[in-house]
């Protein structure tokens, strides 16, 4: 089967929404996700990930000053564990890259091991948490990486992908 990743369009916000409704208690909305494409498009970048033609997973991308802010990132559940993941942040931090980004930061729930697990391997590390900042009162990690321009980040990532 073969992975093919390409930018999100206006017709994938049916099969994203309803993917990102079957992993959160609290998805974003369709709305929420078809909002992404009314603001300025040199501050976002999604991305969706086909198997076989079918969308199988997202993820997207803000940017702000020199930073980016991984959003959201969801693969679905039947699909999952085959690196897929993987292949949707490596091509979303390379984009941060070219965008010369000096830094990539996200939240993650800090009981969400699956996703702390891959964030970690691109060498995103802790700097500090959100208490309560998700509805049912867990904490928010808070992850970051520095220097994405230097030598470090660019090894992990090539060693990630
Ligand atoms: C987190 C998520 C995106 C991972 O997607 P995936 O395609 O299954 O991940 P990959 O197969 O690319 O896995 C890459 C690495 O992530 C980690 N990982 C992924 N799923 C894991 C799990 N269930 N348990 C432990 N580690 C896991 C592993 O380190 C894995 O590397 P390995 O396979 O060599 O062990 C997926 O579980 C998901 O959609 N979760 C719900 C939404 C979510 O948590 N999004 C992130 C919000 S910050």
């Known amino acids: 089967m073969k992975l093919h990743l390409r930018e999100m369009m206006p017709s994938d916000v049916g099969p994203v929404a309803a993917i990102e ?3 959160n208690d609290e998805p974003w909305s369709e709305q929420l996700f ?3 494409f009314d603001v300025d498009p040199t501050t976002r970048h999604w991305i969706v990930a086909e198997l076989d033609g079918r969308l199988v ?5 803000m940017f702000v000053g020199d930073d980016a802010h991984l959003m959201n990132l969801g693969v679905d559940p039947t699909h999952q564990r ?3 993941a993987r292949s949707l942040v490596s091509a979303l931090f390379l984009q941060a890259v070219g965008r010369r980004a000096t830094g990539i930061t ?3 729930r800090v009981g969400n091991t ?3 697990s891959l964030y970690a391997a691109f060498g995103l590390a ?3 948490t959100r208490p309560g900042y998700y ?3 867990e904490d928010a990690l808070i992850l970051w990486v520095h220097d994405v321009q230097g030598h470090e980040f660019a090894t992990r990532l090539g060693e990630a992908a």
Not at 57 to 61: I, N, P, R
């Open 21 to 23: 409704a079957c992993l």
């Open 34 to 36: 078809r909002g992404e």
């Open 57 to 61: 997973g997202f993820g997207g991308m």
């Open 82 to 84: 085959r690196g897929i």
């Open 106 to 108: 996200l939240e993650v």
């Open 114 to 116: 699956a996703a702390r």
């Open 126 to 128: 802790p700097v500090g």
């Open 135 to 137: 509805a049912d009162g």
